[in-house]
């Protein structure tokens, strides 16, 4: 399947976060110039750059002017991490369609003009790739990843074989709906599910290689920390509206159980006259009436903050130096 398949018009943009991967930004945008040679709508390649300390902004700044005014280059002032860093290049981003990829030419950009085909052929909203034939270590990347994706699948509803590629097509409309932060970027597809339908997420087998330059920016410290996010996001996928239904019936059970159990000691204290001072229970009912209090406290601040985070979604995650602004018929790359 060539870059001239049949596909409705619209426009294109290319997001790619970079971290100090000055030897691997000039081999990428080449490829992906070759790769879209024949690519007969308007496209755009937007090269974040993550607070790089190497010469990766340089190498931006000289593939830009050597290819021209639609590599585009959004210079973030520290380094933010790779969910802030994406967050900015959708930001940037003024294409129908959204394709995110990794700076470390291990995804591959031939695979971009079939998934964003997909996308609009088949009227869906994401297509992640699915890294078959993965280019990584058994025990430190693939094994985890497997496990991984099976879980997040899961607890997030969104049947996904490969969360963790970040090559992925995006209509534009709706990735801009969602707001990333934290270290989310590998939950996409599931915050995609906040604002649609799974049935409109699909998945599209893509090509994977080994990294040839440049240092890999995960290990296997990161497991846990998707295990931390992975319980930030079944939470809000679920109880994102209604933050107050999960705490506050914690807080309800809790009292309701404590009171049962001061409500048998004052029988014991008083029907019984036997004494209870010295009882556990006492402890543990007095214990559970004020955890049960603080739970459903919780949940009516929880309830305050989700009506704030609602009603304001101007907050960015990231702050980037301003760029030239561009009229909406300039900067893109065009058929000659």
Not at 268 to 290: D, H, N, S, T, Y
Not at 293 to 320: D, K, N, P, Q
Request: net charge positive.
């Amino acid at each position: 399947m060539n870059a001239a398949i049949s596909m409705p018009p619209h426009t294109l943009s290319i997001v790619v976060p970079f971290y100090n991967e000055e030897d691997n930004i000039g081999p990428l945008v080449k490829r992906v110039h070759e790769a879209l040679v024949g690519y007969v709508h308007p496209w755009e390649l937007v090269l974040v750059d993550d607070g790089s300390s190497d010469a990766t902004v340089a190498r931006a700044s000289e593939a830009s002017a050597a290819y021209g005014p639609h590599v585009r280059i959004v210079e973030l002032t520290r380094n933010y991490k790779q969910t802030a860093a994406m967050q900015a290049g959708v930001d940037a981003a003024r294409g129908d369609v959204i394709v995110t990829m990794d700076g470390d030419l291990q995804n591959d950009p031939v695979d971009i003009p079939r998934m964003v085909a997909r996308l609009l052929n088949e009227d869906l909203d994401l297509v992640a790739g699915w890294r078959q034939n993965r280019q990584d270590g058994l025990f430190l990347r693939k094994i985890p990843s497997k496990i991984a994706n099976r879980l997040i699948a899961k607890l997030t509803g969104v049947k996904l074989r490969d969360y963790g590629c970040s090559l992925k097509a995006y209509r534009g409309d709706v990735i801009r709906r969602v707001r990333l932060y934290g270290e989310m970027h590998r939950f996409i597809p599931a915050w995609m599910a906040t604002v649609t339908t799974p049935r409109r997420i699909a998945e599209e087998p893509t090509t994977h290689h080994a990294r040839t330059a440049g240092v890999s920016k995960y290990g296997i410290s990161r497991t846990f920390r998707v295990i931390l996010d992975l319980i930030a996001v079944w939470f809000f996928m679920r109880f994102r509206a209604r933050p107050g239904h999960f705490f506050g019936s914690i807080g309800l059970a809790l009292t309701a159980l404590s009171s049962l159990v001061l409500m048998w000691l004052a029988w014991v204290k008083f029907g019984l006259g036997e004494p209870i001072g010295g009882r556990p229970a006492l402890i543990v009912g007095i214990g559970g009436l004020i955890a049960g209090v603080h739970f459903i406290t919780t949940g009516v601040l929880a309830e305050l903050l989700a009506r704030i985070y609602f009603e304001s979604g101007s907050i960015r995650s990231y702050a980037a130096r301003p760029e030239r602004p561009l009229a909406a018929d300039e900067g893109w790359h065009r058929p000659a």
